[in-house]
């Protein structure tokens, strides 16, 4: 027999009362008192394993419970830890200087928008950061924009599509790597399947570019920002196309098939031997920069702020993320908080339609509501990913629901933390530039069509099914 049919579990009343004070400290912490996401969640965890405790549940099951949680999130943590090495030996490397040198020179005025779009694209799917493309080359494609004479607002849609696709896409991006973990989907496969709905977006959206930025065609490209940018990364780097080779690298072994952290570790090897060989960089120095990032003095405080990023250390802060939401979350499940919800949305959705349908409007809502998909992703992902495999359906449907509604969504949200920082750092109002950004709610809606109709849902194998059982 199951042993896990005989555990103690709380009153339905009690599991109830404990997901409201588990919502109302996540609302309280983050929207009202702005307090760190950690902080909030982990003193959360603490209140719930405290009430989970005076409902009769040992202390010994909850902590089993966390330390299951965490020991499932491990190779989430190691794809973390290799992504921030990555990205920092690939900006010593020359790897990303030498795409955006590139990407800079092919902008023409008649194409600004469509080119600035697949910069933005290539800067966030090869380095896995949206805020740093936002804050780079988003920043410095702003004020090219300013100089053709192109309206802000499309420039910033521009930039942003190009920024949240990798954000959503990229094996080296932090939402990719939670989500698949958190939802027990192998990433590559959730990252193939999240397409169906972010790659038509994305190409309408460049469709929509092509169009509108023809009427432009007359302007003339530079400005402050442009030549500053290109002169301080040809004269700090040696420039060549054979500095894409770690991208080619990793690309290749992401077709073949081959494991994410092996994947990784080839192209930080390759990235190292292009640092020293061709940067001239000394392997001692090599070596800090893995574990504390690239830090280069380039002499313009634009491309330091571009390059400057990545390392071991870099990821410490999503880590500790994870354990956050894991203390959070863990109180629930040994509680019996989960099991009960789900008992409920059982009773409501009736098929595999409505169950989709149903848990992503509830990530939806959630998300709303606390503005931080780092919170809803383990949270929500954790509650709902066992009824995906009930209702015949494979968990990467999640995956997929959760990205397009979790980090598609965070830049339209004004009060959350990504909608506020795109905001700031772009200059213009999350509603200014929403009507020129469609893959961001395009995707959304592809999403729930699919829950609707059924069509694109991708069904379980049995062995998933026995599995979950």
Known sequence: MNPEIQKKIVKPWQALLMLAVGIAVIIVGLLVLKVNNRIVLAGGGV???AMAWAFGIGYDEIQKSIKETIASMIVAMLILLAVGTLVSTWMAAGTVPVMIYYGMKIITPGLFLPIVCLL?????????????????VGVACMGVAQGLGIPEAAAAGAIVVGAFFGDK??????????????????????????????????????VFF???????????????????IIQTVSSNFHLSPILLIPVLVVIVLIVLKKPTIPTFVAGI?????????VQGM???????TMYSGYAGESGSATVDAMLNRGGLTSM???????????????????????DILLGYMEKVAKNAKSMSLGCTLIHTLFFFITGAYYVTYPVIGGMVKDMYPKYGLDKKNLMRSMLDTGTGLAPMVPWSTTGSYTAATLGVANMAFLPFAPMLWLSILFTLLISITGIGLAKTTEENVEKAA
């Not at 933005?120 to 780079?136: K, Y």
């Not at 092509?210 to 500053?228: A, F, K, Q």
């Not at 410490?316 to 989960?338: D, E, N, R, W, Y």
């Open 316 to 338: 410490q802060g999503t880590i500790t993320l994870l354990m956050a939401a894991a203390i959070f979350g863990s109180p629930l499940k040994a509680a019996g908080v989960l």
């Open 47 to 49: 209140i719930l394993a």
């Open 210 to 228: 092509v169009i509108y930025g023809l009427r432009y065609g007359d302007g003339t490209v530079g400005g402050e920002v442009y030549e500053d």
């Open 282 to 288: 000394d392997f001692a120095t090599l070596l800090s």
């Open 120 to 136: 933005c694209t290539f800067m966030s799917v090869c380095a896995g950061t949206s805020w740093g493309t936002l804050a780079t």
């Open 269 to 277: 090897v390759v990235g190292g031997i292009f640092a020293m060989a």
């Open 169 to 206: 896409i990229s094996p080296l991006s932090d939402s990719p790597v939670i989500t698949s973990s958190v939802t027990d989907t192998d990433m590559m496969t959730g990252i193939k399947h999240a397409l169906i709905t972010t790659g038509p977006a994305y190409v309408i959206s460049l």
